[in-house]
């Protein structure tokens, strides 16, 4: 099983901006309001950049990674690619967070890099490194020799451009086969999460697009809530949110661009929710503090907890007035409906009763009845399937594993960065 692709496609039109060190592209749509994310900034087109920032640093060893050095142009390039996959602009107040980021992806690099060399089989070909930028290219809308060149144009060296993407072929295919046993979904955890959405179908939730600043990862929650910060104002000032979240983000979600998909009322953390309650669709967080780390949430869409829900009955049926209390028994197959459509009796008994079981005496102006729900399921056209939630799920799987064998990889490294 081949995993979702970490980098992404960087739009033409800010690779074309990338023309010289430093500089990055601004959007020519107006600034929204502070706190709100421009819905056009994946397409919007691109004007010329204010002075930027010059890289402040040396070419000499910027840090170490068992016997694998790190230096100053390492770190430059893979700024350069950070910035260009985001149109993060490079600031007197973010630079900092922009080098902090590479540094962490380059150690990242390395660790992944040696571990690969232990694999004989997973050695990645230069076909296969071609066949990923070709893929990139289509997301952008390009050739690949376009691709390549604009990189090349905002400064980014190919070799070293493709000796990143080979690293992560490498990686995903890695992790892809070592943990594709214990990555497996069972079909008891796909009815639990069907269930627990058929069950949370009519509570309030909320689309929604996160990224999650890992304390830890950054030099401490200082640095974690300053970076929050300023990647909050380059959103409001028009980079990209799925961008900005593939490479910025540690949650699982940001292979997705983001995208944690509808969160119900109640399943998440107080400051969380309390921040889905108050944002408006379309608008943007402030920096919110959790144990280990902040998050910046982009509320996508929100409802109220309509969403249609299905439901197959049965009812015995004692065809007298509601206050008689023995009858000859009719049943009935009740099919399956939408509980919205049902008798206000029968709602609460669709609703709450557990599949399977057999109510206690309902009244309705018909007679006396005993329900038995058989099944229930979310209707709609944005009710997932049983193979979407399958999915989900051993995809975060993989991205939990990968994430934990990094971190012990990390955690048995000697890492020395130069001050």
Not at 183 to 211: C, F, H, N, W
Request: glycine content about 8%; charged content about 20%; overall charge negative.
């Amino acid at each position: 099983m081949r995993l979702m692709r970490y980098t992404t496609g960087v739009a033409i039109a800010a690779l074309m901006a990338c023309t010289a060190v430093g500089q990055s592209m601004a959007q020519t749509a107006p600034v929204p309001a502070a706190g709100t994310l421009n819905p056009a900034a994946e397409e919007a087109p691109q004007r010329a950049p204010t002075a930027a920032p010059q890289f402040r640093m040396s070419d000499g060893i910027i840090a170490t990674v068992n016997d694998r050095i790190i230096t100053g142009f390492d770190l430059r390039q893979r700024m350069l690619v950070l910035m260009a996959m985001t149109q993060v602009q490079p600031t007197e107040e973010n630079i900092g967070a922009i080098q902090q980021q590479a540094l962490n992806d380059l150690i990242e690099q390395h660790l992944q890099a040696a571990e690969l060399t232990k694999f004989e089989q997973l050695k990645i070909s230069d076909a296969e490194v071609d066949q990923e930028i070709a893929g990139m290219a289509r997301e952008a809308g390009t050739t690949p020799q376009n691709y390549m060149t604009f990189l090349e144009q905002g400064g980014i060296r190919p070799q070293a451009f493709r000796e990143q993407l080979r690293t992560e072929i490498g990686w995903r295919e890695l992790v892809g086969g070592r943990f594709r046993d214990r990555a497996k979904v069972t079909r008891t955890q796909v009815d639990q999460a069907m269930r627990q959405l058929t069950e949370s179908a009519t509570k309030p939730q909320y689309l929604v697009g996160e990224i999650y600043i890992e304390a830890n990862r950054v030099g401490g929650m200082q640095e974690a809530m300053n970076g929050a910060r300023q990647l909050v104002q380059q959103m409001i000032q028009g980079a990209p949110f799925m961008a900005v979240a593939r490479q910025f983000s540690a949650a699982p979600s940001a292979a997705r661009g983001g995208d944690a998909g509808w969160v119900v009322q109640g399943t998440v953390q107080p400051a969380l929710q309390q921040a889905m309650e108050t944002l408006d669709v379309g608008q943007l967080s402030n920096p919110i503090p959790v144990d280990g780390g902040v998050y910046i949430l982009y509320m996508r869409d929100k409802r109220s907890g309509a969403a249609t829900s299905l439901v197959q009955m049965k009812q015995v049926m004692v065809e007298l007035p509601e206050t008689a209390s023995e009858a000859d028994v009719l049943g009935a197959d009740l099919g399956e409906s939408d509980v919205a459509n049902l008798l206000p009796q029968f709602q609460q008994v669709a609703r709450s009763s557990d599949v399977g079981s057999i109510s206690s005496v309902v009244r309705s102006p018909l007679g006396v009845h005993l329900l038995a729900v058989c099944g229930r399921r979310l209707g709609g056209p944005e009710a997932p399937s049983a193979r979407d939630v399958e999915s989900r799920l051993q995809n975060q799987n993989y991205a939990m594993l990968g994430r934990r064998y990094l971190r012990d990889l990390r955690a048995d490294a000697l890492i020395e960065v130069k001050q």
